[in-house]
């Protein structure tokens, strides 16, 4: 498997449950920084805290687990001191829509160049299954006990309007388009944010009937239908329906770290015409 | 029954119902009249890495809440036994599943093996009350705790619509701890 | 171009969690349930379409193409290696 | 007297809560303080409370510091990372007098270090966490039976006092299941927080959003109307009367228990669980004809200065041991002022002091040269 | 003026500068609060730090002006706790959108019943004149020396991503329509979302060369456009312009606090059915 | 040396960076630090800098760590409020041993408190904000030259060390305009990182993202390859050495002046602006005929105890006067032991201490009882 | 309905700042600037539109109908009450 | 010229450029190769609310860098003036403007009254420039800088294009204070 080149195979097997996503998500990630070209020793990843957020230990990379939430303002330093890197952050819905949630907004607001891919499992796992803001209506967790009452972000539609500029969705079950997705994530200059459905049979399946993995997938299957598809069909149907596709794209917007650098070399060519 | 100060260390790997275990006969101690406080360790990858706890019952005032000496060691994996037979006191018991763990350290204690996972495997068809054989077993041979406090403490913990099975897996528990007590 | 299939299915038995994914949605029903991982049950009806491979959340599912003999060469030392130290993490 | 129970250490948190008439809990989740937020998003709505879990450790404790404003008992916990968080607000509720409890149940730190295992590295913290001067209650139980008690003491001295009171446990404590015998339900003293005409002289009446009073209420400093001010003597008036509310009170608030002191020679002064260890390391030292004994504050912050300064007279040796790298050490320290020799003894590895480790370093308190005390 | 009945008089004249836009929202507030027939002792005022954040200062009614940036955090707090009380937010750009962001979205999701009202006057005025979320691209603040390089949010349609219920705009030159949006958005039961432009002359004026507070209201008057003429626009029309107007209203969606109380009362009901 | 020229203290922790080589600039406005950050949001980018203004202080923090680990000598700026929100970072930079200074000019807390005015209340947070043990080097100039000179030598104990470096200063210290004259560029000593083969054996080699090391950093406990671990010893290992790289530099990092101490029956120890109060009190003292000597600290922590004990043995009393309710006058005491009386004074009004109003603490500190000292 | 028409407008000295927003935007130019504080030019000409007292940033202009007597004397005492404390805050 | 410890202390109001005016007293004194502090303190409302500026100079070290006992008091409003009146060493020099400061508090001091926001307002015509009108009443009065320093200092600090009216508001400064030291 090319996988493992990218992959510090001495630390596997991984600390994930049976059945989690996270590591399908990995494997999809993976997949998309080998298609893309860069070397290996270009990439820089950057996780806060969770049960997502241990990816970046496995890959064999430049890496880096912070503190819980603050994945996107590590890696904007990052992106800042040394914009030649591929800065990518992989993390949790907690992590990044909850304790998180300011800075995605912001990173996005800025468009900097850093592709963020949320492992969404709609709770938090490393804690044991709290509910998280990707959680949907109704279903219970353990500080949901008696069925969730908060509505959840669309969190795709949050980026894109804080300002990201490639915006998609996908989930484990649709492995290939995550893949896919990811690639093209990598391939975008400009901030850009790949949501991918990474069931938690532990937590999230267990208290809503569904602690079997495959249980889990089929319900992604189930649940979820493809933008083109859901384009013709009629709200009625859509309902309890998640859209999956790429929502967002455009190049119009210049990446910020890059703009920093034009900006600076533009003060510095005029500084040094003035001074000769 | 516990007089002074009784200690055991169960171990086993998460997912085995190890701190369950240590609960239930910690709460079968207090229904029978005794102190009792039971801890735990865990890891970050609690469904997967090594599990233990402890429990200490004792008639009296109960200071050191872990054990530093164990009576009994309750060993699921062969990992768990080789990690803490250490923590045995001199002539104390080490209880070890029959197919999982391979290879006792020598030591000064007297070493019982059952079959705690066949029995719950293939016995009753559930893996997942491993744990209360375990516990059946371990009060067989050490009568810890009266039998009847543990019964009630087994039920009122397992989940509605279970109870027969984990009454069953501790009557099982309890003839295979006789059984094998009389053995070794 | 020769008709592609599968030349093995390797399994990983110790980074394998028995999760079953791959056995679940294997559409020709290659794989069957074994005692603590997958077994292979019928190679050859397998279409080579990946999904248990991709879907594997351990990394511990390889189909290998008939004829891709150097590139899995490679990876064997690979494998190999993450066998050395299984309980790490 | 109630049943006795097998009780972990988080739920009596949760019993005392409730005992002490909690009615709003917001918060987020971190091990090892989890079970405290699951209990009560079960307990709560069925007492009639709220429970919420908010986007991070600063919105909880905000919104505990509202809900309190508007007359509601309040309380979060969490760990290490989500205390360091909470410091800003924690100041706030100082300053504006707001009535809360903060359970930090303490785990390895610094940064997320080792999130599941038992520490005591965040006592120093409890007391200087925010920034600026400002008074700290901070109790620290050392079993399950006394969680609960705590707990409901924090309530009632965040209400008399309007202050925020820490409860600082630890992994061990918070996760420990004990057999307890808890009192009667309305057994225990509840303060009432301070209302006009009858509140004492350093802490104002309260008063609550909604109760048609135009409460107004800052972070600034403020005169007495609770409006802004920059004058230099109302300022000083503000702070010092802040500090002061807890620092007069030092003697109702210290909580020590003095076990075999005596006739000590040594004495070993433990908090929280490690106070566990020490007492089991007493006895063993007794038992070897080592005339050893304990001292163990409840409350932290006041610091029993008094209490430590008295026994300093009288020992020829201090010991101290806790698992950080020396944090109480230095309040005894202080409190000793030279009047007898201070050992610090320190386990950092995540791992309980055993009772065992212990009785070298009392040997060597008694006779310092024999060997390297500490580690 | 009727206003005064809702001011602490004796704290006036208050400390904001010559021709800050501040006092005008602040009016406009105070007219809308007399307009809904709320008894003035039913509204708790809450904000953050700013300039903006004293105004709750100046209300003669339940206040409190939190820590800077979670004035929507302990507004939660307060609405969970006297669902009755009508709770109010009243801050500026950088509270709200910068260092409160995360609060900002989070409250819109949960749909809890508060009303916002954010003086957007795109700088930090308190500490004298950085740039904010809200600071347009281009602009000269004391930190964007050379001109802005950040995109500043769309702050209504990120409020609307999130999930507000009730979210308009609209500035201190169209000061009637101000009110009006406040008074409908206090009228609202869910999340309700009004920022007004209110302009900071001497910090983002002066930097701009719009030292004059007349200046200031010309600029605001010239570079709007109400959503209903917008609407008839081209799209080159529309640039570097902002539009005014309701951009969002449903009430379709259960506000949170009032959820809450049901479930709280249904579950009391279950268990003493149970009991009985 | 260059010219002399009239400079603002924050403006020296400008120049005093730009010549250690800082590169990045991450931070949030907050008075009375951000002429710091306008300052640098000029100079930076014409230096081939960056400088970023972040959506709050935790992602200044954040984005300055990153930066580090990128390779980049990085800074931010602040004061109480931002500084309470930092903790959490600045203890992930600490265990991850990312260089890196923190610069708290301090206002008056806790809380908002008076935003535009002079306090040293975050003087104990500066060593125990973040939660768990973490090693901390925190310096306090007491004049704008100072402020410089210590700003690059922030610049080089966190490099030198792997620390994050706090520069503690304060509103008058900050805002205040004197006469300097900096020393020549590059004659100050600057520290390089650690590199591997020249690491020394407590500070291990840093390698940064980007040169091909596939290097991973972790605020969970970890091994020397970087990797998470749970083993004790392991564990025990890395706080020990965390701890002890500053600890054992003890002396190298303590940085005292001396004054009149020679003959001196009393000594100040103050620090910061209060030092100048100080100086000149001791100055009036001396003019009265009383033998009053004073040491100043500029490394608070690690606190210089040695040089405290040493002058606890000789000096009748030592009086500190803070603007705080009383931080480091607790290490005097520590350090002290008994040895001598130690006398606190602490002005908390939001007014600088005035060097007259000492005069009374100083005459009451050599024969005490004559009347209330303190306030 | 009779026609509308101002008996006065006040304007609170001690609260203006003079910012002259209210004269920019008075479109009959009722309104000119004074030494530190607008003075009323030309009381009729005023349309009672109201947008200076509306946009007044400082509280300190009042238009006052000719009808509105009641109303106003209440005002009045509100107004005493503000200058008596001028420079709180 | 100052010799061991001079200090001033400037008062007015937010806006009227006090702080401004410290600085570049300050920044005389220092081309004039003498040592220099200047401190200043302000409120939240620094738009608005009083304002002040210390300034210290000295031919040695300057250890407390604020004023203690001014031997100038430049107050621009009565309400400075009322304030810091008290700060004033005795024999000291109270610099008020003519106009602006009503009743000056008794004291042992010197009273010197100049119409320094008058002559910023009517010979200038730009109120602005009232903080360099008093920087040259005050240097005329006490000769603590060499003028050609002060106007160095101006000339370094002033907005580009507005050198010639500052000038001219330093020359009428020095003017007014020659004048009016003369009367007093
Ligand atoms: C400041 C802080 N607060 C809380 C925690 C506890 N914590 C660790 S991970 C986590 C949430 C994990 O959820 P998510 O990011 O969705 O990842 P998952 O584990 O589900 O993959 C929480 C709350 C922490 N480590 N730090
Ligand atoms: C935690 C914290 N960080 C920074 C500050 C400093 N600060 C006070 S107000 C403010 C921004 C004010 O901007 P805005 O909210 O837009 O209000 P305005 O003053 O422009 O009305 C800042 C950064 C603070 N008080 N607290
Ligand atoms: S708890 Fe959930 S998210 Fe975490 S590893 Fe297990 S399945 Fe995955
Ligand atoms: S998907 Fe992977 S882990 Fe799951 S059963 Fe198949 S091989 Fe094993
Ligand atoms: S590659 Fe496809 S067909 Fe072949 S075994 Fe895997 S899932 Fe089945
Ligand atoms: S600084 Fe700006 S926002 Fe603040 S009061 Fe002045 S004009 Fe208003």
């Known amino acids: ?276 | 029954m516990a007089a002074e100060r009784w200690e055991a260390c169960l171990a086993g790997s998460g997912g085995q119902g190890i701190i369950t275990a240590g609960v239930i006969l910690a709460e079968a101690a207090v229904l029978a009249g005794l102190n009792a406080v039971q801890t735990q360790s865990y890891g970050p990858e609690s469904r997967g890495g090594a599990s233990r706890a402890e429990v200490v019952l004792s008639e009296g005032e109960i200071d050191y809440p872990k054990t530093t000496r164990a009576d009994v060691l309750l060993a699921m994996t062969s990992e768990a036994c080789g990690k803490y037979a250490s923590r045995l006191r001199e002539g104390g018991l080490l209880l070890a599943d029959e197919d999982e763990v391979e290879g006792v350290p020598e030591g000064d204690y007297r070493v019982v093996r059952a079959p705690i996972n066949r029995t719950a495997r293939e016995e009753l068809k559930r893996e997942i009350v491993a744990n209360i054989v375990a516990l059946g077993v371990l009060v067989a041979v050490t009568e810890a705790v009266p039998l009847e406090a543990l019964e009630q403490a087994v039920l009122a913990r397992v989940p509605r619509g279970t109870e027969e099975l984990n009454r069953r897996a501790l009557a099982l528990g309890v003839e295979i701890g006789r059984k094998a007590a009389q053995q070794s | ?89 | ?375």
Not at chain 1, 198 to 227: A, H, I, K
Request: proline share 6%; charged share 25%; glycine share 10%.
């Open chain 1, 1 to 276: 498997m090319r996988e493992l080149d990218f992959l510090r195979v001495q630390h596997l097997p991984h600390i994930w449950c049976v059945g989690c996503g996270h590591g399908t998500v990995l494997g999809a990630v993976i997949r998309a920084m080998q298609k893309s070209g860069i070397d290996q020793d270009r990439f820089v990843v950057v996780s806060g805290i969770g049960c997502s957020s241990r990816a970046v230990g496995y890959l064999d990379m430049d890496g880096l687990h912070t503190t819980h939430g603050r994945a996107l303002a590590f890696a904007t330093g990052i992106k800042l001191a040394k914009p030649d890197l591929k800065v990518v952050v992989l993390a949790g819905d907690g992590d990044l829509a909850a304790i998180g949630g300011n800075h995605l907004i912001h990173a996005a607001r800025r468009n900097i160049g850093i592709t963020t891919v949320c492992f969404n499992n709609g709770i938090y796992g490393m804690t044991s299954g709290q509910y998280s803001p990707l959680t949907p209506a109704g279903y219970r967790t353990t500080t949901s006990p008696y069925g969730h009452l908060e509505r959840d972000f669309d969190l795709c539609n949050l980026v894109k309007s804080a300002g990201g500029t490639y915006v998609a969705r996908s989930t484990v079950y649709h492995v290939q388009q995550a893949a896919m997705f990811v690639s093209r994530a990598l391939a975008h200059d400009g901030f850009s944010f790949v949501e991918v459905f990474s069931p938690c049979p532990t937590y999230f399946g267990r208290r809503n009937r569904m602690g079997d993995p495959v249980r889990m997938m089929e319900w992604l299957r189930d649940s979820t239908v493809q933008s083109g598809a859901a384009a013709r069909m009629e709200p009625e149907e859509l309902k309890g329906k998640v859209v999956l596709g790429e929502f967002h794209r455009t190049v119009e917007v210049p990446e910020y770290a890059g703009s920093y650098r034009e900006m600076v070399d533009r003060l510095r060519a005029e500084r040094d015409d003035d001074g000769s």
């Open chain 3, 1 to 89: 171009m020769a008709k592609r299939r599968a030349k093995s299915i390797r399994i990983n038995e110790v980074w394998c969690k028995d999760c079953r994914i791959c056995i679940a949605f294997c559409q020709p029903a290659v794989l069957l349930p074994g005692r603590g991982a997958p077994v292979v049950d019928n190679l050859e009806d397998c279409t080579l379409c990946m999904l248990c491979e991709l879907r594997c959340p351990d990394f511990a599912i390889e189909v290998v193409e008939e004829r891709a003999e150097s590139e899995t060469e490679e990876k064997e030392v690979a494998t190999a290696h993450a066998d050395a130290a299984p309980d790490a993490g």
């Open chain 4, 1 to 375: 007297m109630r049943m006795p129970r097998l009780m972990q250490g988080n739920e009596a948190c949760v019993e005392g809560a409730l005992e002490a008439g909690l009615q709003f809990y917001a918060g987020y989740p971190i091990t090892p303080s989890t079970e405290i937020a699951e209990m009560l998003a079960e307990r709560l709505p069925l007492a009639g409370g709220v429970f919420i879990q908010m986007e991070d450790e600063i919105a909880g404790m905000a919104a505990v510091i509202g809900a309190s404003l508007a007359g509601m008992r309040a309380m979060t916990a969490t760990s290490g990372p989500g205390f360091s968080l909470k410091q800003e607000n924690l100041g706030y509720a100082a300053i504006t007098e707001t009535p809360c409890v903060v359970v930090n149940v303490q785990r390895v730190g610094p940064s997320t270090g080792m999130p599941t295992s038992a520490a005591q590295g965040d006592v120093m913290q409890a007391r200087w966490g925010t920034h600026g001067d400002h008074p700290v209650v901070a109790l620290s139980p050392s079993s399950v039976l006394e969680t609960y008690l705590l707990t409901v003491k924090a309530f009632a001295v965040a209400d008399e006092l309007r202050v925020p009171v820490i409860l600082l446990t630890d992994e061990v404590t918070g996760h420990m299941r004990e057999r307890v015998v808890l009192p009667d339900p309305g057994t225990l003293p509840r303060a009432e927080r301070p209302k006009e005409g009858k509140a004492p002289p350093d802490v104002p009446p309260m008063t609550h959003f909604g109760e048609g009073k135009r409460t107004f209420v800052t972070g600034l400093y403020h005169d007495d109307t609770g409006f802004w001010t920059e004058k230099p003597a109302v300022a000083d008036r503000l702070i010092r009367r802040l500090a002061g509310k807890v620092e007069s009170r030092r003697a109702e608030l210290t909580m020590v228990d003095r076990h075999y002191l005596d006739d000590a020679e040594i004495a070993v002064l433990a908090y929280g669980c490690v106070a566990r260890s020490a007492l089991r390391a007493v006895r063993l030292a007794r038992e070897r004809g080592m005339r050893v004994g304990m001292l163990r504050p409840a409350c932290l912050w006041p610091f029993p200065q008094d209490e430590v300064r008295a026994i300093a007279e009288r020992v020829e040796a201090i010991v101290v041991p806790e698992m950080n790298l020396g944090q109480i050490v230095g309040e005894v320290e202080r409190a000793a002022a030279g009047r007898t020799r201070v050992v610090g003894y320190s386990r950092v590895d995540s791992e309980l002091i055993r009772p065992e480790e212990l009785l070298p370093v009392l040997q060597e308190a008694r006779s310092p040269g024999s060997r390297e005390a500490g580690r």
